[in-house]
């Protein structure tokens, strides 16, 4: 499968293929003919995938590699540092190529690195999480995370490919892939009852997988659509953050320990349809409905943190525009809007 995001200058090939990493050299050939490559992994995906990866590119490339450890600690603004100097240490130009192979940190890690190193060298992304593959690795956000927040220093910086190989969520463990559900579940809240009623007609992931290609397909196709009609995120984009603006909070709260990305949105989306209801702004029962297809797929849907003790991340959530919090809400499943509010709607519920 394949499809293209369509922006001008920033265009970029999507595929989709069980089994296509190990062809990976003839695909990166299409858009890149210089010398070298830098792998950006983390200690995990390295040891599954990095070996097969080097192989292949070594065919036309020279080809090294810088490992982190996993996890969202190694997205730190302090870790950059180390990854420019084995960059400099490479004598890697301008002209050559980073190839981000790993999940979401990865790819935000490695796609700041290349956004930031030389004023910009040449991405491949090669996604290896379900949350990556659906998600994080098409749309050109790249970023860090400070103390005060995730994300909170970044750049919108496109790959010239992606390379998406379902066969990688084999060597997944089961949290992440119902992380990775987590996202696979907000399109379908945000964008496509048929998605959100196809993938809750499966008894489960490993019936789901037997449609792998097809699922991650509609996902990315649905941000390809809405990026494309808003690359910089102050319109339609902003509704791919259903269930992130408490997600990411709860998220920092724990310090990135308690919850993954997915299980802090699956909560996120399920608590603010509930305030929503309690307002009038989404149909009554329509938490229900998101709360029972998270729970199908294992992930949380509601934590003990007090709503007060989240206030000062959502403060400086970047999506708050022109002082106002721009809250992604359900006309229904498979509708939404963004709703301009303040803190006083999020402060309404105790706990989420």
């Not at 992440?176 to 996202?183: A, P």
């Not at 019936?207 to 996902?219: K, S």
């Not at 000062?312 to 809007?337: C, F, M, P, T, W």
Request: with cysteine; aromatic share 10%; charged share 25%.
């Amino acid at each position: 499968m394949e499809m293209t995001v369509a922006l001008e200058d920033n265009s970029y090939p999507i595929y989709i293929e069980k089994g296509i990493l190990a062809q990976s050299d003839k695909y990166i050939k299409k858009v890149y003919q210089g010398n070298k490559i830098m792998i950006i992994s983390d200690d995990q995906v390295y040891s599954y995938y990095g070996e097969l990866l080097t192989n292949v590119l070594n065919k036309e490339f020279i080809v090294e590699h810088v490992i982190v450890p996993h996890g969202e600690q190694s997205k730190r603004f302090d870790i950059l540092p180390s990854l420019y100097k084995a960059l400099l240490d490479f004598k890697l130009t301008r002209t050559d190529l980073i190839v981000a192979l790993g999940g979401g940190v990865i790819g935000d890690l490695a796609g700041f690195v290349a956004a930031t190193y030389l004023r910009g060298v040449k991405l491949v992304q090669i996604p290896t999480s379900l949350l990556a593959q659906v998600d994080s690795s098409v749309g050109g956000k790249v970023a860090v995370d400070l103390p005060e927040g995730k994300n909170l220093v970044g750049a919108f910086y496109h790959p010239k490919m992606v390379l998406i190989d379902p066969e990688t969520l084999r060597t997944l463990p089961k949290r992440f892939v119902n992380d990775g559900m987590g996202e696979v579940i907000k399109y379908g809240c945000i964008k496509d009852k048929g998605l959100f009623d196809k993938i809750n007609s499966y008894q489960g992931f490993d019936e789901l997988y037997q449609d792998i290609d097809e699922i991650i397909y509609r996902c990315v196709d649905i941000k390809r659509d809405v990026v494309e009609r808003d690359q910089f995120d102050f319109g339609d984009r902003l509704l791919l953050n259903f269930g992130h603006t408490l997600g990411h909070a709860i998220e920092q709260y724990y310090q990135y320990q308690k919850y993954s990305h997915g299980e802090a949105v699956a909560i996120g989306m399920v608590q603010l349809t509930k305030i929503a209801e309690e307002k009038g702004l989404s149909p009554m029962a329509t938490s229900d409905i998101i709360k029972d297809i998270c729970t199908k797929y294992d992930l949380p849907t509601y934590s003990d943190v007090k709503t007060s003790d989240l206030i000062g991340a959502i403060s400086l959530d970047k999506k708050n525009i022109n002082r106002k919090l721009s809250l992604v809400l359900l006309k229904e499943i498979g509708s939404s809007y963004v709703y301009q509010s303040d803190l006083s709607l999020i402060k309404i519920k105790d706990r989420v």
